[in-house]
């Protein structure tokens, strides 16, 4: 129970990746709000799991595209919890676009949504997080290292998140405020199995360990970045890929 009585949110915590963050950092002890947008049932269904073990859960919505309604995201977790020690910025994006098909709208929404609502959620948390010593987790991905066709405006957002946490994590180090990346690699989500091209075994083939992630994996992650045994980790992007960006793209 590394993270016992802490306190934190999880933004993008209905389905997927950010789920299973939250219901992670509860088995270790924590309370957790979850933020959703679009998928309620997920992120209710999540903090009913949550109470079931005997900690605080609860699910909020908000569209983080606005910053009024980050900051009044983190203004109602903090008085539900009655403080703040973690705060994981999950929530993100993702699109395909060519390059020259690209909208301003669709580039303002993708900035909004994955880049700029970190840096004010993390911002209006600050006040609690100076006075708990918390923590701050950014979920970027193996975008942020490597590319494909299609992905212009998500790898923008995503290797500024890798930027934007390294500055940070400087500038709140005096006050022992950590600040790390996480960069999933293929996490198997269910949105995978929407694509008519898609298999585990065939997606695993391409990836040196021999299989896709899983959310949990990316969920042990950040619980370990949230406690105590990683108090002198600050500033790091930590990938978690299965050795996908490790290996040349020549090898075969």
Avoid at 220 to 226: G, H, N, P, T, V
Avoid at 229 to 251: C, K, P, Q
Wanted: glycine residues 8%; negative net charge; contains cysteine.
């Amino acid at each position: 129970m590394d993270l016992l009585n802490r306190k934190a949110i999880v933004t993008g915590a209905g389905v997927g990746i950010g789920r299973e963050v939250a219901l992670e950092l509860a088995r270790q002890g924590a309370d957790v709000i979850l933020h959703y947008n679009s998928s309620a049932a997920g992120a209710q269904s999540a903090a009913e799991e949550i109470a079931q073990m005997g900690r605080k859960g609860a699910a909020l919505a908000a569209d983080l595209a606005s910053v009024a309604e980050c900051e009044a995201l983190v203004d109602r977790a903090v008085s539900l919890l009655g403080g703040l020690d973690i705060l994981v910025n999950n929530a993100g994006r993702t699109d395909t676009t060519p390059f020259e098909q690209v909208t301003p709208e669709l580039y303002d929404r993708l900035m909004a949504v994955n880049l700029r609502a970190q840096y004010f959620m993390a911002q209006r948390a600050l006040p609690w997080l100076t006075a708990s010593q918390g923590t701050i987790i950014n979920l970027t991905s193996v975008h942020a290292l490597a590319s494909m066709p299609h992905h212009t405006v998500y790898e923008a957002t995503k290797g500024a998140i890798a930027a934007w946490t390294r500055g940070l994590a400087i500038e709140l180090a005096p006050r022992h405020i950590r600040v790390n990346a996480v960069a999933p690699g293929a996490i198997e989500v269910p949105r995978f199995f929407e694509r008519d091209d898609y298999s585990s075994e065939g997606m695993g083939a391409r990836i040196p360990w021999g299989e896709v992630g899983s959310p949990q994996d990316i969920a042990q992650m950040c619980a370990f970045l949230a406690s105590d045994r990683s108090r002198y980790i600050t500033g790091a992007t930590m990938v978690v890929d299965g050795g996908l960006t490790a290996r040349l793209s020549l090898f075969t």
